[in-house]
């Protein structure tokens, strides 16, 4: 028998050679013998005989904190829940404050050179790019009208069947998944993977996709990158996983662009027919739209799951947003443009409470270029990732009151219109030079499905709603059992 050509001895050997300079390097590089009672409590896992995720570990840290600052130093991490820290960091330093080398390495195989990916004149390029495309009127509309599309076709007779079925369950987290990911398919590269049609098939794309966001975010959890980078050498394990799942989206990618060119872009109206007007290189192309794929669904679909978790346990906040669409809209009449939308003052505010305390992206980090000092006087040297935590900054009564724990939309609301907060005390869509270029198309997406679902539906949890649900660990926030619920018509919509 042949044997395998890294088992011969030359190549163990080396193979040992370098995981013990790896080794080395990694000891020196990091505080990993800190011997503090966080990094303790960090290392051995003890955090989790009081908490049930990591964030709220890290949100009852912060809240203590006086500077609303605190260390994790084997992980050379510094968290901040503190507003002006996270406007110096977005804002006023923002040159000192990139994504990095490491994030950039860590996304780099599934992301390549798209936006969420790059610092410098590459991301400034897609920026300016994406601002310029999604602020224009004929795309957004296009947007809605997919919206109203999938709701209408699909979203709609799935839970329409489920409730006729009479204590059918179905996960909601799973549907909305599938919704996000029709949605940005449609609107990135104008092509259907139909995930929530009645029979809820297995899309290769959506699988694929699943796994190399699911796989890289778990590069970023490791605490010795080194680990990865070596089974990446190896082609094993997860590594090997993410590789085949990488191939299968840039070939589907690839088919994609050959097919638009041939077709002709002029009559596209999705993202990348636009983008192919002023970019011809097929892998640079494939990568700005991966990224929006990414930036597009799990967040969409985060934040619908646990408004509607929220949801279970206030009807009182459901009956407000229908009183408000019968008065804006019209008694049983659908929304039939975004501008309708918008003047949802209350259902605004309803989400954007949801999204306060559990935002779909909980945390986000930076690499600090540059020795620094925050404003809160924290020293933080070169080559420290500095986070920020919307998660916790929810929960900090300084930012929001003796009342923060409380959903209450009341508080976005003043003289019956919407009140916007702060973006660096509110980081949801993220603040400063690199805030989401996708906002105000998920504000209208993200409503439009409410309303829609609201006014027809009711939701009962399969399991009480005991907060704070368990998280997956990932790059978007994901409730670790999904969110099963029996599906009910809404009475008021059966009279
Ligand atoms: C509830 C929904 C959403 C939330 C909470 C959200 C949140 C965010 C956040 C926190 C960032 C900063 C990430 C980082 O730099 O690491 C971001 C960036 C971005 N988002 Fe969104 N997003 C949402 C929906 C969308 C949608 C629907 C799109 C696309 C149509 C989109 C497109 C983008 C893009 C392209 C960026 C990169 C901006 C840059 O790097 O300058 N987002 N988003």
Redesign the pocket.
């Known amino acids: 028998m042949e044997i395998p050509f890294f088992v011969h001895p030359f190549i163990v050997l080396f193979f040992f050679f370098l995981l013990f300079l790896f080794v080395i390097f990694f000891f020196l590089k990091t505080n990993f013998l800190c011997n503090c009672e966080i990094c303790q409590a960090y290392l051995a896992t003890s955090w989790s005989e009081n908490f049930c995720n990591l964030c709220d570990w890290y949100t009852h840290l912060l809240r203590k904190s006086p500077t609303k600052t605190i260390h994790i130093h084997v992980l050379r991490n510094t968290i901040t829940a503190n507003p002006d820290n996270v406007e110096y960091i977005l804002k006023t330093n923002f040159e000192n404050y990139p994504?990095g080398k490491s994030f950039s390495s860590i996304l780099g195989d599934f992301l390549g050179r798209g936006?969420?990916n790059v610092d410098g004149d590459s991301?400034r390029f897609?920026?300016k790019m994406?601002i310029l495309e999604?602020g224009k009127q004929p795309i957004r509309s296009y947007?809605f009208e997919i919206v109203r599309h999938e709701i209408d076709s699909r979203l709609l007779p799935l839970l329409s069947s489920v409730s006729a079925a009479g204590d059918a369950v179905v996960d909601l987290q799973d549907v909305f998944r599938r919704f996000a990911f029709d949605c940005?398919c449609k609107?990135?590269f104008g092509l259907d993977p139909m995930c929530l049609e009645l029979s809820l098939p297995m899309s290769d794309f959506a699988v694929a996709f699943d796994s190399a966001s699911k796989l890289s975010a778990q590069r970023a959890m490791a605490v010795a990158p080194f680990i990865w980078k070596i089974k990446r050498m190896l082609n094993l394990g997860s590594e090997r996983e993410l590789k085949q799942a990488i191939k299968l989206i840039n070939i589907l990618a690839q088919e994609v662009i050959r097919q638009r060119r041939k077709i002709g872009i002029s009559a596209g109206r999705d993202?990348l027919s636009q983008f192919m007007r002023t970019v011809s290189d097929e892998t640079y192309l494939r990568d700005i739209v991966v990224?929006?794929l990414l930036?597009?669904?799990d967040?969409?679909a985060?934040?619908l799951t646990s408004f509607f978790w929220v949801l279970s346990t206030h009807p009182a906040v459901a009956s407000a947003v229908e009183l408000e669409a019968d008065r804006v809209i019209g008694a049983g009449c659908d929304p039939i443009n975004s501008d309708q939308i918008r003047k949802l003052y209350y259902l605004q505010a309803a989400i954007f409470e949801s999204?306060r305390l559990y935002?779909?992206?909980q945390f986000?980090?930076k690499f600090c270029k540059n020795d620094d000092v925050l404003p809160d006087g924290t020293f933080v040297r070169r080559g420290t990732r500095v986070t920020y935590h919307?998660y916790a900054m929810g929960r900090v009564e300084e930012i929001w009151g003796s009342d923060c724990l409380e959903f209450k939309p009341e508080r976005w609301l003043k003289d019956g219109g919407f009140c916007p907060a702060n973006p660096f005390k509110y980081?949801?869509?993220?603040g400063g030079?690199?805030?989401?270029?996708?906002?105000e198309?998920?504000?209208i997406?993200?409503k439009t499905v409410a309303l829609s679902l609201i006014r027809q539906f009711r939701f009962r949890s399969v399991t009480p709603c005991v907060a704070p649900p368990r998280f997956s660990p990932g790059l978007t926030a994901t409730f670790f059992d999904g969110f099963r619920v029996y599906v009910d018509e809404n009475e008021k919509k059966s009279k």
């Open positions: 994504k936006i969420f991301w897609q920026k994406a999604l947007c940005i609107f990135s993202l990224s929006f930036a597009g669904r967040t969409v985060s934040a999204m935002p779909p992206i986000d980090s919307p980081p949801i869509f993220q030079f690199r805030f989401c270029v996708g906002k198309m998920a504000v997406e993200l």
